[in-house]
């Protein structure tokens, strides 16, 4: 019986003592759970800003120089040198030195013609001519012009000329006072040497020497200029008779791009402003200047003839090509550009986004103005900031990108401006 209340004593003892821990404990816990939420709280933001994930895009140049406007024109490309190439004489090809496709020098022999029978015309005419020179000094006569009438008769007949050319005299009495003049002159000696000549058949023999000599030459059949050989249309051993087309010789190295233009793009259009050719075939553009505005327009297209020369140098290019031409019509100083593809339309506004130096996407408002196939005018920044030469604008990826995003620049693309090479002029 004694027991009981020892065990009773013991238990209050116990209860007690666990009582006051838990008090203790309670203290405790509040302190270290404050300070375990504060924790959580910083490594949440610092994992946020670890995790907020970069947008990869290529950014572009702020520009500030010339805009062109170009005027748009179809067309093909033409040599400025293509010829047919004829025989002069008739006879038979003894020989055919080219093919088709030949590259070949100005003056290469073509082909040639047996040359027998116009080597005999010549010695026949050399003849000739040697027998007038006898006849002549058997008779011992000897007829000398008279210097000074030949003087006065060139010093008059170029006065009724400048007469002629400020049309103070017609056609007509022209040929008639000159008439008059040359008889007046032959009785006064200036024609003694010539008309002896022609008495005494010198002349003619002179004559007929030289078309031999020249028709000696014609039967070597030559370029006349360096270019390519093609549609050669003949062999060795054919009868070709005069006036027979043998072959073509383009030259290739100089070519020209005519372009029909509208009659609405010609106010603004003129002649050694810049010009880019493009040619699909080879996937290249040309950088040339216009050279002839036509001064007619055709009346069923209602378009203009330009001319646009270049050099060949590559020989990449071949008349007949298609070609589209850019012709620099106007030309803007001293405006603000972004590349095209930096302009952004969203709820009905304009917008670019500028690359801050974190970098980030920093949203700019903007009204623009003249514009061309690569740049865009920045007329006004109405909010978010500046744009100024220099700087960055995101050109890719940014269909979705909000202000302040954060971005990884991919590349830089340069600020190629096609029209770099225009001839500078003011606006017109």
């Not at 040198?81 to 073509?110: H, I, T, W, Y």
């Not at 200029?225 to 043998?246: D, E, M, P, T, Y």
């Not at 106010?267 to 050694?272: D, R």
Request: glycine share 8%; charged share 30%.
């Amino acid at each position: 019986m004694k027991r009981i209340p020892l065990l009773t004593a013991l238990a209050l003892t116990l209860a007690l003592f666990l009582a006051g821990c838990g008090g203790g404990g309670d203290g405790d816990g509040s302190a270290a759970d404050s300070t375990a939420a504060d924790t959580s709280a910083a490594d949440t933001t610092e994992t946020a800003a670890k995790t907020e994930k970069a947008i990869r895009v290529n950014a572009g140049l702020v520009r500030n120089g010339e805009l062109v406007q170009p005027v748009y024109a179809d067309g093909v490309l033409r040599t400025t040198q293509n010829v047919e190439v004829s025989s002069k004489l008739g006879g038979e090809l003894v020989s055919v030195r080219v093919r088709n496709g030949d590259r070949v020098r100005a003056g290469q022999l073509l082909a040639s013609i047996d040359a027998r029978e116009y080597r005999i015309a010549l010695e026949e005419s050399r003849y000739r001519h040697i027998q007038a020179l006898s006849e002549i000094a058997a008779e011992g006569e000897e007829q000398v012009a008279d210097p000074a009438a030949l003087a006065a008769f060139v010093e008059q007949r170029d006065a009724l000329a400048a007469l002629r050319s400020r049309r103070e005299i017609s056609e007509e009495e022209f040929q008639a006072r000159l008439l008059d003049l040359e008889l007046s002159s032959l009785k006064e000696g200036a024609f003694r040497q010539d008309t002896f000549a022609q008495r005494t058949g010198l002349a003619d023999a002179r004559i007929a020497e030289e078309r031999a000599r020249l028709n000696l030459e014609y039967t070597d059949i030559r370029a006349p200029f360096a270019g390519i050989v093609s549609g050669l249309s003949i062999v060795k051993g054919q009868n070709i008779s005069v006036g027979q087309a043998l072959c073509t010789v383009t030259d290739d190295t100089e070519l020209e791009a005519v372009v029909n233009v509208l009659e609405a793009d010609l106010g603004s259009l003129i002649e050694g402003r810049a010009a880019l050719v493009g040619v699909p075939a080879v996937d290249d553009t040309i950088r040339a200047a216009v050279d002839v505005i036509s001064p007619v327009l055709d009346e069923t297209s209602r378009t203009c003839e330009v001319i646009i020369r270049f050099h060949n140098t590559d020989r990449k290019y071949r008349p007949g090509m298609f070609v589209r031409a850019e012709m620099a019509a106007r030309i803007h100083t001293d405006r603000l550009m972004v590349p095209r593809e930096a302009v952004l339309t969203r709820d009905d506004r304009t917008l670019v986004f500028k690359v801050t130096d974190e970098p980030r996407a920093q949203w700019l408002y903007v009204d623009t103005g003249l514009e061309n196939s690569e740049w865009i005018e920045i007329l006004k920044v109405h909010s978010g900031g500046s744009l100024a030469e220099g700087e960055q604008v995101v050109v890719s990826d940014h269909l979705t990108l909000a202000h302040e995003a954060k971005l990884r620049i991919r590349k830089t693309v340069p600020a190629n401006d096609r029209w770099a090479f225009a001839a500078e002029g003011t606006e017109r």
